[in-house]
């Protein structure tokens, strides 16, 4: 989706937030295919928020060995503890997470459920989010429904979002995340963060 630049509402960086959702480990190790591309997408973001003064926020998925977290009820979480992933995997090394960026541990797709997330933004007095995140029908769906009710102004970077079903994930960007976000290209991001 192209768009120009004056029609991108603008940030302030201070009040600003880039998270990223789930570039870990395990979860690129499932998409080895695109993970290099997606990874370099992201470092450009990511590298962009930090000289930019933005904020930068990484959230993985994690459980305990046995995964006590996860609700026999819980369908997604089935799935999880039978992939048996997400206890002792890390943020992709290639983001280079600084040691003043936190890192929120979440046990469910979205972001926000059961961690401090929205309290550490509210503190800091953000009230913008940059969105990314592996993958479009789980942790960025989720976490985009929920930021949008809480009252977030949003963005979405499609070139750093990836889900295995593509028909699905552009039909998200062209539908659930363009009437919630600003949807932007990942050039489009870069010269908002410019």
Do not use: W
């Not at 539908?175 to 050039?187: G, H, P, Q």
């Amino acid at each position: 989706m192209e768009r120009k630049n004056s029609q991108i509402p603008a940030i302030e960086p201070a009040r600003t937030a880039l998270i990223v959702m789930h570039y870990q480990t395990d979860i690129l190790g499932l998409f080895p295919s695109v993970a290099p591309v997606l990874l370099a997408n992201t470092r450009k973001l990511c590298d962009a928020a930090r000289a930019k003064g933005v904020s930068v926020y990484f959230v993985n998925l994690r459980f305990s060995p046995g995964y006590p977290e996860v609700s026999p009820s819980n369908k997604n979480g089935q799935g999880i503890k039978r992939l048996g992933l997400f206890i002792d995997d890390q943020t992709a090394p290639e983001l280079g997470q600084r040691a003043d960026e936190s890192l929120i541990i979440a046990h469910r797709a979205s972001v926000f459920f059961g961690t401090d997330l929205e309290v550490r933004l509210s503190a800091r007095g953000i009230d913008s989010l940059i969105m990314v995140g592996i993958a479009s029908t789980g942790v960025v769906l989720s976490s985009v429904a929920y930021a949008s009710d809480a009252d977030f102004r949003l963005y979405t970077v499609k070139d750093c979002c990836y889900d295995p079903d593509q028909v699905v994930h552009e039909h998200l960007f062209s539908t659930a995340f363009d009437s919630r976000t600003t949807v932007l290209s990942l050039a489009d991001a870069l010269l908002l963060l410019a």
